[in-house]
């Protein structure tokens, strides 16, 4: 089982629209959310599992990132990370910062 994970900066956090990621992407998977609060910084992620994360990944893009209205409302206020159950194998799938280097299936 892999887990795809968008974690939104803990600056940006509480006033992240929950409500409107949550609109988009439940048409594809509805995720997981962790909402976290520690040392008064929010910690917000949203996790979707699966076994085929290339294929969800793909389908995730859609409603989020090649949206042109939207992406500018994710994009520089979150990563993407995808890992596997046994947290072996890690990749960066999105980073806020340009610069990172990204990975892909």
Known sequence: M???SFQIQPKF???FDRAEFLRRVRPVRSPEVDAIE???KLFLSFNFF???PAQLWQ???QPLFADA???PKLAPF???ICDDEN???CRLLHHFDPNEKLESF
């Open 2 to 4: 892999y887990c795809i």
């Open 13 to 15: 956090a509480r006033e």
């Open 38 to 40: 520690e040392k008064g």
């Open 50 to 52: 699966t076994e085929f």
């Open 59 to 61: 389908e995730l893009q």
């Open 69 to 71: 209205e939207y992406a």
């Open 78 to 80: 979150c990563v993407v």
């Open 87 to 89: 947290e072996d194998e």
